[in-house]
């Protein structure tokens, strides 16, 4: 369909340029199995692309190749979301996602919820904690919810991170401080969590059915095991209520203009049980476009196919990028 387009497959369960695959344990297998299915997508759609498991690639980059569409998402060095954009950019080569100055904006969750203030959407109270920094207690009151300040798929988060003193909760930064982690403080809200995904739709933003998800854990935690199905009681419904859905969608339409150019997203919410009250959280531009994400199981309500879902994000992407002029699969 793109024979005229040179893409480059990036993630770290795509095959290598000899078409081997990285061996996976069960912790990795949902996002092995999701890097195969968009391989097998993009290779039955576009016959010009390269695929590559393994970021050094970007310093010794292929010739004939005009789009990356990346899914690296962390690499074992700090700040390394950035990494494939930053490369991309210096290359002068279009790319999925977003600039790295949004991707970064992402990644950091001060920074966001810095935004959120400004949008004058509300968002739980909040400090921040560098490595090494002395701990003091926050100007809010316990419970408290500690979680790293960078990073996502919910890593180093479980039933401990929710903290009902601030002993328990120094006592928790600190496990994350010799983690190297530097550590952001909320305001514990007690509620459900929600989860709003976003297409950029050729510009024509596409804001999907709030999915919501419910943790059999302790404060509706949601862990890292979870989302990666190795543990069991995490539960998602795509909500059809439309009084939640166009509360929650009339803060993302808010953020969403602000975090442009931007592909594809999801903003995340929590909707208290006090208040009743949407509080975002945090927002993902990498976030898992795998068949049982929660982008693809939005749109799947809508009655789209998970390569109509793939597609629409690729070439939205590729006409945003001026490297296509159809609108094939708009939704």
């Known amino acids: 369909m793109f024979d005229n387009i040179g893409i480059l497959y990036l993630a770290h369960y795509a095959p290598d340029e000899k078409g081997k695959y990285h061996e996976f ?62 490369v ?17 904006l992402a990644e ?18 909040w400090e921040i904690y560098s490595i090494n920094d002395k701990i003091e207690e926050p100007s809010f009151a316990a419970p408290y919810f500690i979680k ?9 988060i479980d039933e401990n991170s929710i903290c009902d003193t601030w002993t328990s909760a120094k006592a928790r930064i600190e496990y994350l401080y010799n983690q190297q982690q530097d550590v952001i403080v909320e305001e514990f809200i007690d509620g459900i969590y929600y989860t ?13 059915p709030c999915v919501q998800e419910v943790s059999q854990l302790k404060g509706n ?19 059809q209520d439309s009084s939640v859905n166009a509360k929650i969608q009339s803060y993302s339409k808010k953020l969403f203009k602000l975090v442009q150019p931007l592909d594809y997203t999801r903003f995340d919410y929590i909707i208290s049980k006090k208040d009743n009250r949407p509080y975002f959280i945090e927002f993902n531009v990498c976030c898992n476009l795998g068949e049982h994400s929660t982008i693809s199981q939005s749109a799947k309500s809508l009655g789209y196919s998970y390569e109509e879902i ?18 094939l699969y708009h939704f």
């Open 221 to 239: 935690v949601v862990t890292y095991r979870q989302k990666r199905k190795v543990d069991s009681g995490l539960y998602r419904e795509v909500i």
């Open 148 to 156: 790293p300040r960078f990073g996502a798929a919910s890593k180093y």
């Open 108 to 125: 950091d969750k001060h920074l966001s919820k810095m935004m959120a203030v400004y949008a004058n959407i509300p968002t739980p109270k």
């Open 25 to 86: 344990d069960s912790l990795h297998k949902v996002y092995a199995d999701y890097h195969r299915k968009i391989c097998d997508i993009l290779k039955k759609n576009c016959s010009n692309i390269i695929t590559s498991n393994n970021p050094q690639i970007m310093f010794d980059f292929p010739d004939g190749i005009n789009y990356i569409f990346s899914l690296y998402n962390r690499m074992p060095f700090r700040n390394s979301e950035i990494f494939i954009s930053s």
């Open 196 to 208: 709003s995904p976003v297409l950029n739709n050729f510009n024509n933003y596409l804001f999907l």
């Open 88 to 104: 991309a950019e210096y290359y002068k080569i279009a790319y999925l996602g977003a600039r790295p100055n949004i991707r970064a």
């Open 310 to 327: 793939i597609l629409n994000i690729l070439t939205s992407s590729l006409h945003r990028h001026g490297l296509i002029t159809s609108k």
